[in-house]
């Protein structure tokens, strides 16, 4: 599975921004597909995951409420819809699949053996 993240730019406290990640491989559908990210000097944290199917989705503390993951198989493309960003939103943001198929979405960064390349997400004050 190869993954490519998108979307990403400037954008004010209190905006808006969608993120991309686009999948090659047959398997992509049959994967759970993550969110992370890294602010500069600190650890790649969890954002979001969502399940193959699209059916359940699982959030970090941080952004619930305010980021909404989705997925559509037919493009092999999964979503970041982020709303009311805050600069400490402010990272490179990955996607990432997991390195089995058929498996319930978590936050364990392990999990996840396919990255996508990174787009950068700033949030001025």
């Known amino acids: 599975v190869q993954l490519q993240a998108s979307g990403g730019g400037l954008v004010q406290s209190g905006g808006s921004l969608r993120l991309s990640c686009a999948a090659s491989?047959?398997?992509?559908?049959?994967?759970?597909i993550a969110w992370f990210r890294q602010a500069p000097g600190l650890e790649r944290e969890f954002v979001a995951s969502?399940?193959?199917?699209?059916?359940?989705?699982y959030y970090a503390d941080s952004v619930k409420g305010r980021f909404t993951i989705s997925r559509d198989n037919a493009k092999n493309t999964v979503y970041l819809q982020m709303n009311s960003l805050k600069p400490e939103d402010t990272a490179i943001y990955y996607c990432?699949?997991?390195?089995?198929?058929?498996?319930?979405?978590?936050?364990?960064?392990?999990?996840?053996?396919?990255w996508g390349q990174g787009t950068q997400v700033t949030v001025s004050s």
């Open positions: 990432a699949a997991n390195r089995n198929v058929y498996v319930l979405p978590t936050g364990r960064e392990s999990e996840y053996g396919y």
């Open positions: 491989g047959r398997t992509f559908s049959s994967r759970t």
């Open positions: 969502i399940l193959w199917s699209g059916g359940r989705t």
